[in-house]
């Protein structure tokens, strides 16, 4: 690799940016492809762009078809910003862990977010929307609100949909959805804010428990931040 492309991809990565090297097997030449910039000896054709694009948005590195060309994929973590210390984050937090996210628990609720109830779990204890500013949500952050208290909730949310969150999600009722809804609008969010929210949070698989809702959520997140098409009834995917 040229001192050039490696100090760009040092650079890329440092600044969280999603980004993907192409090398041609043969000859060994590469391509750095960073957004719209290109860097290296190897010629950034609208295949090879489109190719490397495409295995960026499914996060997987490989050997592109033609079988001359590999495509390494360098993609920022992904994070869990969760709001509420509440039964269904217990849950949520390892299975997320599981999933690949670095989580963080937010709430100003002291008598809740506590050691015990989660260990070696980043605990943020100040209010929604001043620890949402520090976290930064990026393209490959997921903010969850689960706490049903609008004190908590829609800072939050005002905060999360601010950001290039990919997953903003919320927890409530169609009935507490709704009214949350009202109440953003009195805030000043229109209806390309209200689309990004999944609300009621979680896919529709009849979850009752908070582990069965932990699961629902988080196959939400998977299917959005994966961008799977939707299910039909009766259908199952690998």
């Known amino acids: 690799m040229k001192r050039a492309v490696l ?18 097997i043969e000859s060994g030449r590469q391509l750095l492809l960073d957004g719209d910039r290109v860097q290296g000896d190897l010629e950034a054709t609208p295949v090879l762009r489109e ?18 060309h590999f495509v390494q ?30 989580v963080t628990v937010i709430d100003p609720r002291r008598a809740w977010a506590t050691e015990e109830r989660f260990p070696d779990v980043e605990m943020v204890t100040e209010w929604p929307d001043d620890a949402l500013e520090a976290f930064q949500p990026d393209e ?3 903010v969850v609100t689960l706490t049903h208290d609008p004190k908590l909730d829609d ?15 919320a927890l409530g009722s169609t009935r507490t959805h709704a009214r949350r809804l009202e109440r953003l609008r009195a805030e000043g969010l229109d209806e390309a804010a209200f689309a990004r929210i999944h609300g009621p949070a979680g896919l529709a698989i009849g979850a009752r428990s908070p582990a069965e809702i932990a699961v629902s959520v988080l196959a939400e997140m998977t299917a959005v931040l994966r961008r799977a098409p939707p299910l039909v009834k009766g259908e199952r995917k690998e």
């Open 7 to 24: 100090d760009d991809l040092l650079e890329a990565r440092c600044r969280k940016a999603p980004v993907a090297l192409v090398t041609e």
């Open 73 to 102: 994929v360098f993609l920022p973590p992904l994070r869990l910003a969760i709001v509420g210390a509440v039964h269904i984050s217990q849950a949520l937090v390892p299975m997320a862990r599981l999933a690949g996210y670095a």
């Open 140 to 142: 490959r952050s997921a």
């Open 155 to 169: 800072p939050a949310l005002i905060k999360a949909l601010a950001s290039p969150a990919f997953y903003v999600g």
């Open 51 to 68: 190719a490397a694009t495409e295995r960026l948005r499914q996060d997987r590195s490989g050997l592109l078809e033609d079988g001359r």
